[in-house]
């Protein structure tokens, strides 16, 4: 089974950050287990180089774009970084704002920040299409991982992903979920890691193109629980969105 990873986010986010080695050298061991287990263990890497601006983690208006102030992470850094993780191939995600780009209707009722990870997932499955093409094969698991994700969330990987292939090949539609830490029933923790058949990985990212009817429909039926109120804020979206 081959079995491939997005790392998608800011290179400087995270403590350490991705291009510390302290952070990307656990990261490659962990990749390492996976790949002597299973055909494959690829990463390719889409990533914002910018470091921006500590922001609040629930605003929920628009962005506004940065670029022109955000001063970029060292190339030495990422020359490091990327020596390290090796991927198949890296992007620097584009600084451009989606919200400032006609995608008002998601930026109006979910985080505005999380469209612009969503847009990430796209590009990366973009990357691995390409690769896939020039191989002449396709992968059959795909991971979203964080730029940020810690690795020890998951210190057993080749055995957790043995079990995600088994049940993979019972259900392809069925999709594993590793949350970071314990926030209740929010959703919003659980863009750390997912990881998902290659025809389902696609679906997940098509939510960028869900309907502003769609998502008016989906905030009025959570409109009035206001114990789901703050979980709306982005990956219950991909569940409604995978369940329509």
């Not at 679906?203 to 009035?224: E, F, G, I, K, M």
């Amino acid at each position: 089974m081959r079995i491939v990873h997005c790392a998608v986010g800011l290179v400087a986010h995270g403590n350490p950050p991705i291009y510390d080695r302290r952070a990307y050298d656990p990261l490659r061991r962990w990749l390492d287990d996976l790949r002597s287990s299973f055909e494959t263990s690829d990463l390719f890497l889409h990533a914002d180089l910018a470091e921006w601006t500590q922001r609040t983690r629930f605003q929920e208006s628009p962005i506004r774009c940065e670029a022109q102030s955000a001063k970029n992470v060292s190339e030495a850094a990422v020359a490091q970084m990327l020596q390290g993780l090796q991927p198949i191939s890296f992007v620097a995600a584009s600084q451009d704002c989606l919200c400032d780009q006609g995608h008002d209707c998601g930026c109006s009722f979910t985080l505005a920040r999380w469209w612009q990870q969503v847009r990430k997932w796209r590009g990366c499955l973009q990357q691995i299409a390409r690769h896939e093409a020039r191989m002449g094969w396709r992968y059959d698991l795909v991971g979203k991982l964080r730029t940020n994700f810690d690795p020890a969330e998951i210190p057993r990987a080749a055995a957790v992903y043995s079990e995600v292939a088994r049940l993979h090949t019972a259900d392809p539609n069925r999709v594993f979920v590793q949350r970071l830490g314990d926030n209740g029933p929010c959703y919003w923790t659980l863009d750390f890691l997912w990881v998902a058949g290659r025809e389902t990985a696609d679906r997940l990212a098509s939510v960028l193109d869900a309907p502003c009817s769609w998502q008016r429909c989906l905030w009025r039926r959570y409109a009035n629980d206001s114990a789901s109120l703050n979980c709306m804020a982005n990956e219950r979206m991909l569940v409604e969105w995978l369940l329509d």
